[in-house]
């Protein structure tokens, strides 16, 4: 078995679970139509091998494999010459940056699916690599040009706080038993998430903060997460505390994090996402003290396609025999 055969079969374990949708709930099955057309290829054979059959979009066209993470347009458009289609697949895990564009279709009926939890491993992955960066001091330490004193934190036996619990989330828990910290998982239900130390709701944010060593934000983007981590909070932190956000830009304020990071309100920052994104030559933050930018790359094309194909062939299984989807987006409560 490949290495890519491996990681697609093990991050489909961590995926979202499946929801088995019945009567009016369900999508009315038909052909599939792969779009834009020059991604469509490396696909085909997730289409058809699950029992679906791909046409060119017209009116036979019942659901969509959509393929480009930015040329969201030409789906919008699709929609509006085919509302024939039930179903789509969408190839990004979030769907903010898209939903009012979205939410239209959702609302005549048109069942989305997006990649979240698709991509779990790679954004855990990074998540990690950012914190054990942060804690043995990297920024600091790939800019010297003179031997240092020895300094630098140890992740064993630190209290980690996640902020969110999805596929991230619980993959980041399987990453990190090894350290043997304690976890913190905040979440807007008040479920307990198996794995974590303990769970409390997004109300109790505040209380876990102050006794956090890494605070990992990996959270929905939603009007209520917007500048979720603010001065107010980041003042909270223990001055040793780091923070990594690969989420969403816009859950962390970055006005407010250049001035803890400026006066050392907190030890370090990991971005894999920013706002603005991308962000721009010469802004601020490339400057800013014992901080980590990486330009969105906890997933790469290469890391992403083998796992996209993985939701392709459940979610064409679903619509053509099994009503079993996974990662049911809302375009109206925005992911």
Partial sequence: MSASSTQVQ?????????????GDARPESGAVTLLPEGDAAPFADAVVANGGRLVDLGPETRGIVYLSASKVQGLIDALEANPQVTWVQLPFAGIDNFAAKLKPHAERGVLFTSAKGAYAEPVAEHALALTLG?????????????????????LYGRHVVIIGAGGIALELLDLLTPFRVTTTIVR???L????????????????????????IVAAAAT????GLINE?????MKETAVLVNIARGPLVDPDALQVALEESWIAGAGLDVTSPEPLPDGHPLWTTPRLIITPHAADTPEMVQPLLQERVRRNVEAF??????????DPVRGY
Avoid: M, N, Y
């Avoid at 009007?223 to 917007?226: L, P």
């Avoid at 107010?232 to 909270?236: E, G, P, S, W, Y």
């Avoid at 053509?320 to 987006?329: N, Q």
């Fill in 10 to 22: 093990h991050t489909a374990r961590l995926a979202e679970e499946a929801t088995l949708l019945e």
């Fill in 134 to 154: 942060l804690l043995r001091e990297f920024p600091r330490r790939l800019s010297a040009r003179t031997w240092e004193k020895k300094t630098g934190t140890s």
């Fill in 188 to 190: 807007a239900r008040d």
């Fill in 192 to 215: 307990p998430v198996e794995g974590s130390t303990r769970t409390v709701t997004a109300d109790r944010l505040d209380e876990v903060l102050p006794d956090a060593d890494v605070v």
């Fill in 223 to 226: 009007d209520e997460t917007r």
């Fill in 232 to 236: 107010q909070r980041l003042r909270a």
């Fill in 320 to 329: 053509v025999s099994t009503g079993r989807f996974v990662g049911i987006a």
